[in-house]
Nanobody, 115 residues
Framework: QVQLVESGGDLVQPGGSLRLSCVTS????????MNWYRQAPGKEREWVAS???????NYADSVKGRFTISRDNAKNTMYLQMNSLKPEDTAAYYC?????????WGQGTQVTVSS
């Protein structure tokens, strides 16, 4: 059974930093590209960043230069380092994989940016 478990969300002040983690199980992690998405209240879920099996990274324009996606294949874990956080970054953050058995989502972790 493929599972994704996010953690690291918190309440942080504008300008602050957080690191999110996505621990995977039940899959050969190194064989899959991974993604981060987010969903703010009342808005559609939006793509944030992706990392390929070769660690090529791609970012949404709204987070480029502030967020860094990474992966540790030895730990079956993906990360999202978020710096210079803004109130508009407030959302539930989800990790995602397009696995051969289907699209798998984690349960999400809440990030709130507020003073």
């Amino acid at each position: 059974q493929v599972q994704l478990v996010e953690s690291g969300g918190d309440l942080v002040q504008p300008g602050g930093s957080l690191r999110l983690s996505c621990v995977t199980s039940g899959m050969i992690f190194r064989d899959y590209a991974m993604n981060w998405y987010r969903q703010a209240p009342g808005k559609e879920r939006e793509w944030v960043a992706s990392i390929t099996t070769g660690s090529f990274r791609n970012y949404a324009d709204s987070v480029k230069g502030r967020f860094t996606i990474s992966r540790d294949n030895a730990k079956n874990t993906m990360y999202l380092q978020m710096n210079s956080l803004k109130p508009e970054d407030t959302a539930a953050y989800y990790c995602n994989v397009n696995h051969r058995i289907g699209v798998i989502w984690g349960q999400g972790t809440q990030v709130t940016v507020s003073s």
